[in-house]
């Protein structure tokens, strides 16, 4: 990175630092707490991990392409040795990147402003990444930096760099009638517009975490974070995440969690959907975004979409069925996110109507499968002109399957398997590649894997 563009880049997040706290500052009363209370999450039952179960010791062993990390103990340990699995590609990040995101951290304050609002196991969890990456520089600061990412994201968008962002994305959960079997399913795409990022495009990452707290679960995102874009748990609780904007900065807050944040203490804690439920609305939250939770075991889906201000649930319909793209839909928050929304995301959510509705045009209503699921994220109609576009196009803003994925995942949560398409664009086009999180905990009566992809 050249020294000029530096120099331009940090005058630029400076200035919109000030200009953006200082509008915040005006819209918020709350008095700033200088301490991470602990999530508030309360088990509604016993977890059904044996008494007698032993975590997997921590290695690293890849499955065509993904790469795969098992992580146990404290927060600290598991941080250290995410730091020490995955040491090179963290690096790929390069040293401009990494020094560049310390220096907003320390030199901006964004380290610190971060630790304030990072909850005390995350802050620990960087601290033993930081201790195995000090060698690339990565600092406390860098990690607290990309841990309180999906904000900075919002709060200064595109002047950080491009590894934190991604713009898209779509989910749809599906049960009971809705499927061939009567199980429950959740599809998601992740996504990024306009041009792919190489980092995630590369380095694809199942984390199998076993933290001495909490419940085992499965964190799906990339080296150098600690957060999920996706995960489920052992108690088969899913979630998942799709960007929304806010109408203005009245919606944002300066004191809240992260969404990705709120994400992980979900996989780490939640036994029951009523539990996540709860948990989201007692939070307070900094952003705009739509989160989905799922329960495998009692068929229970909600959508949360949410400002730093507001939030609304939608719930699984009587039909089994729920998605969402990237704008609100709830009667109570369609005022409050960008508008109008993302070209694409009324398209997608269109096409979800006619393949996931029960008298859609193109409806697969009772028969989901795990592969029918995968139909359904490769789709490139465009349910307007039913023109299908190209298999090769990454994002043309016009289907489910050409919206610029940067993964895929299929979950069938009960019994704690899921599919990931990864590597290269477009990702709807390759294979599905299957784990079962039972498996990989070596519990007893796991579910195994059928076949190792969906073609």
């Not at 402003?113 to 000090?134: I, N, P, Q, S």
Request: aromatic share 8%.
């Amino acid at each position: 990175m050249p020294r000029t563009f530096k120099l331009r880049f940090l005058v630029v997040l400076a200035v919109g630092v000030i200009a953006l706290l200082v509008s915040l500052q005006s819209t918020l009363n709350a008095a700033e707490s200088s301490t991470s209370p602990p999530p508030h999450i309360s088990s509604s039952q016993e977890t059904s991990l044996p008494a007698n179960w032993q975590p997997v010791p921590s290695h690293r062993s890849d499955r065509r392409g993904i790469k795969v990390v098992w992580l146990q103990g404290t927060p600290y340990e598991m941080g250290y040795q995410h730091g020490t699995l995955l040491h090179a590609e963290i690096a790929t990040l390069g040293r401009e990147v990494i020094n560049a995101l310390g220096l907003f951290g320390r030199g901006l304050g964004l380290g610190q402003f971060a630790l304030r609002r990072t909850y005390d196991d995350v802050a620990e969890e960087c601290r033993g990444l930081v201790d195995a990456t000090k060698d690339l520089g990565m600092t406390q600061d860098t990690c607290l930096v990309l841990a309180l990412g999906d904000v900075y994201q919002e709060f200064f968008t595109y002047t950080l760099p491009d590894i934190l962002f991604h713009d898209g994305c779509s989910n749809f959960v599906m049960a009971d009638k809705a499927t061939a079997d009567g199980r429950l399913y959740h599809g998601r795409s992740l996504e990024q517009n306009k041009k792919p990022l190489g980092y995630w495009l590369k380095n694809t990452t199942v984390f199998v975490r076993q933290p001495n707290d909490g419940l085992p679960h499965v964190f799906i995102a990339v080296p150098g974070v600690v957060w999920p874009n996706s995960g489920m748990n052992i108690e088969g609780i899913t979630t998942s995440l799709d960007t929304a904007h806010p109408i203005n900065v009245g919606e944002l807050a300066l004191y809240g969690r992260s969404n990705v944040q709120l994400m992980a203490q979900i996989m780490k804690h939640a036994t029951s959907y009523e539990d996540a439920r709860q948990f989201l609305e007692s939070e307070r939250r900094m952003r705009a975004n739509l989160i989905i939770v799922s329960d495998g075991k009692a068929h229970k889906a909600g959508v949360f979409e949410m400002t730093g201000r507001s939030m609304a649930v939608r719930e699984l319909s009587e039909d089994g069925v729920l998605y969402m793209t990237n704008h609100f839909v709830s009667p109570d928050m369609v005022n409050k996110d960008s508008d109008p929304p993302s070209v694409s995301s009324p398209v997608r959510l269109e096409r979800f109507k006619q393949l996931l509705e029960p008298n859609g045009l193109d409806s697969k209503y009772g028969q989901i499968t795990p592969a029918k699921i995968v139909e359904i994220l490769r789709d490139r109609i465009n349910p307007y002109t039913f023109k299908e576009s190209p298999a090769d196009i990454y994002d043309d803003d016009s289907s489910l399957g050409t919206n610029g994925s940067l993964r895929q995942v299929v979950f069938d949560p009960e019994r704690l398997r899921f599919w990931i398409a990864a590597g290269k664009v477009p990702v709807p086009q390759q294979p599905f590649v299957c784990f079962s999180l039972g498996d990989m905990l070596g519990l007893p009566n796991a579910t195994p894997c059928e076949a190792p992809v969906i073609q």
